[in-house]
């Protein structure tokens, strides 16, 4: 029954992959090899993964599941260039990606936004993932003017945003969950509810002498 449950679990976040990449990824890829000489790309913007706790700490288990999962997902995207911040979580959530695509992240300070900005207007060729956090992707995207995001949850880390930038100028954004089974919410205990109990009428046994 375990195997069974963990294999059909298996297979959803699969499917799940496939019906991101069929309605975002691979339309905004073809779109950009269609207009390579517009100097069209694609930017993909997400929160780290989960992450443990602790100054500086890394990812736990479930985040390392989702960095993989990401990978898994952009590793035919075209990605050129990768962005994280001086944080380990960041960097841990792209390392997966990285690696399957020999690209080096470039390191840009989370209290320096302007900086990334800079680099993702004038990144040139090639499409780009940048792995964020939650206070700093909101101001990215306004700056780029792609438009005011409702606010990421402390405990959200499957929001992703999809940029397309023709010349210097974001022409749409859209925005997926991904890699959703990769850390399945824990669903509350079940409360058992006691009946009242019954009292019971005294009934006097004789005793045998």
Do not use: W
Request: hydrophobic share 40%.
């Amino acid at each position: 029954m375990v195997q069974t449950f963990q294999q059909d679990r298996t297979e959803a976040i699969q499917q799940q992959m496939k019906n991101l990449f069929t309605r975002i990824v691979f339309p905004a890829v073809l779109l950009c090899q269609m207009a390579t000489a517009q100097n069209v790309h694609t930017i993909f913007l997400v929160r780290h993964a989960e992450q443990a706790s602790g100054a500086d700490a890394g990812l736990t288990a479930a985040g390392k599941k989702r960095a993989e999962c990401l990978a898994g997902m952009l590793k035919d995207a075209g990605i050129k260039h990768i962005f994280v911040t001086d944080a380990k979580r960041t960097q841990e959530t792209a390392a997966p990606l990285a690696g399957d695509v020999k690209l080096t992240p470039s390191v840009i300070p989370a209290k320096d936004p302007n900086t990334l900005i800079r680099d993702l207007t004038y990144s040139g060729a090639g499409n780009v993932l940048v792995v964020g956090h939650s206070n700093t992707l909101p101001f990215v995207l306004a700056r780029m003017k792609a438009g005011t995001i409702p606010p990421i949850g402390e405990t959200e880390y499957d929001r992703m945003f999809v940029l397309t930038v023709m010349e210097g100028a974001t022409a749409t954004m859209a925005t997926v969950h991904y890699c959703e089974g990769a850390a399945p919410s824990a669903k509350p205990a079940k409360t058992k509810r006691h009946a009242p109990k019954k009292t019971a009428a005294k009934k006097h046994v004789a005793h045998k002498s």
